[in-house]
């Protein structure tokens, strides 16, 4: 049997042990709460990641956009075709100068060469104007002759306003001997006949 003091130092060591085992609970129960007041969602810690990271895509420091005003529309403008024929016309009231040419020769003279500069002239205020040149000769020599005379005649004229910058649409024809404009047989009569003729041709 156990004496007093022994009971009393048992009684002592059981009141000690049941002290330690409750303090180590409420450690226990702390350190639950803690961790529980600190433990984050999978959603929450994905915000997180999400607002700190750096935005993908953009720069800190981006470039200024230079903006350029954008190039003006060009609208080509038609002409109507009652625009050119009226130009046509205009052109066509305008006579041009006939040139004139030696017996039996196609080169220009001086002042067929003049003429021609003054025809230029009107004809680049038109450049939408047909041109015809025709070649005539006087009476004398063969009808196939006078056909190939008229037409180098009318070639001359059109190669010299090339020269000068005529773009017009033209085209050479030769009528030799034919439609005379002076039948009478003397010299200054076969000098009116021997001609390269311009005009404007209308109505086409």
Excluded at 19 to 30: R, Y
Excluded at 54 to 61: D, E, I, N, R, V
């Amino acid at each position: 049997m156990m004496n007093q003091g022994q009971r009393v130092i048992s009684m002592a060591a059981l009141a000690g042990l049941l002290g330690a085992l409750v303090l180590a609970g409420c450690a226990t129960k702390n350190v639950a709460v803690t961790t529980a007041g600190n433990q984050t969602t999978p959603g929450q810690a994905e915000t997180k990641a999400v607002g700190n990271a750096p935005l993908k895509g953009f720069s800190k420091t981006p470039v200024e956009e230079q903006v350029t005003q954008p190039a003006p529309m060009v609208v080509a403008k038609v002409e109507q075709p009652e625009s050119q024929a009226r130009k046509a016309s205009e052109a066509a009231a305008k006579p041009l100068t006939d040139i004139y040419f030696a017996f039996d020769h196609w080169g220009l003279s001086q002042e067929g060469r003049k003429y021609l500069v003054e025809d230029a002239e009107s004809l680049k205020q038109h450049p939408e104007a047909k041109l015809v040149i025709e070649g005539y000769c006087d009476e004398r020599g063969s009808h196939e002759y006078n056909l190939v005379l008229g037409e180098k005649r009318a070639q001359e004229a059109m190669r010299y306003l090339e020269t000068l910058g005529i773009k017009n649409p033209l085209k050479v024809i030769s009528y030799g001997k034919e439609r005379q404009v002076c039948t009478e047989q003397d010299e200054s009569c076969y000098w009116k006949n021997r001609r390269a003729h311009l005009l404007i041709e209308s109505g086409k």
